[in-house]
Structure formats: structure tokens, C-alpha cells
């Protein structure tokens, strides 16, 4: 069993801050990508943010800049701090991380565990 959790969300000002934190545990035997996507209402889910095992990241165009996205490893948890939040930023944030499950003592499972969404609103 694996649990990816989300905290951090909430109703903020226009150029104000928050910063999500995604915690996961269980049997995990090894974590690879960590990433945050967004939804919108009436929108497709996008990816926000991304960051690999060595630290490499990328993100959207909308947030370059603004958002940081960050990893800790020895606490299985990833980060995303956004700065100069917009009402554009509001939506439900999701956390999605790529986990490897070890099955036994010769059989590995690689998949992609999501978090419940927490909702950041700002305010105009």
C-alpha cells in the first residue's frame, strides 16, 4: 500500500505566496519523477511543475519564474513554493508521483500514485 497525501492549499491574495507540500509512504522501495498538475474548472488537467530523481526540473510557461518546485528525498516529499499568485493560478493542485513498489524478492512494480487534490483559490 502507498499513500500520497497533499497539504498547503488554501484562499490567498493576488501576489501573495503558498507553499504544497506531498508527502508519500508505504511500501516503497524507490521514488522516481515527483510532479504537481492542476484543474481547473471546465479545463483539462495540465502539468505545473516536475522534478526527476537528479534534480532536473521543468516547468509550465504559465509559472516559470513564479513557482519552485523542490524535493526531499530522505522524507519521500516534494515541494512546489508559488510567488506571485494570480487568480489564472486557481484550480485544484495534485500531486503525482512515480513510485516503485518492490512485490516480492524478484518482482518490481513501477506506477504513478496520485495525491486528493488540494484547492488553491486566489483572490482578485
Known amino acids: 500500500q502507498v499513500q500520497v497525501v497533499e497539504s498547503g492549499g488554501g484562499l490567498v491574495q493576488a501576489g501573495g505566496s503558498l507553499r504544497l507540500s506531498c508527502a508519500a509512504s508505504?511500501?516503497?522501495?524507490?521514488?522516481?519523477?515527483m510532479g504537481w498538475y492542476r484543474q481547473a474548472p471546465g479545463k483539462e488537467r495540465e502539468l505545473v511543475a516536475s522534478v526527476s530523481t537528479s534534480g532536473s526540473t521543468r516547468y509550465a510557461d504559465a509559472v516559470q519564474g513564479r513557482f519552485t518546485i523542490s524535493r526531499d528525498n530522505a522524507k519521500n516529499t516534494v515541494y512546489l513554493q508559488m510567488n506571485s499568485l494570480s487568480p489564472e493560478d486557481t484550480a485544484v493542485y495534485y500531486c503525482n508521483v512515480e513510485i516503485t513498489t518492490r512485490e516480492d524478492s524478484t518482482n518490481y512494480l513501477n506506477a504513478d500514485y496520485w495525491g486528493q487534490g488540494t484547492q488553491v483559490t486566489v483572490s482578485s
Open positions: 508505504g511500501n516503497i522501495f524507490s521514488i522516481n519523477d
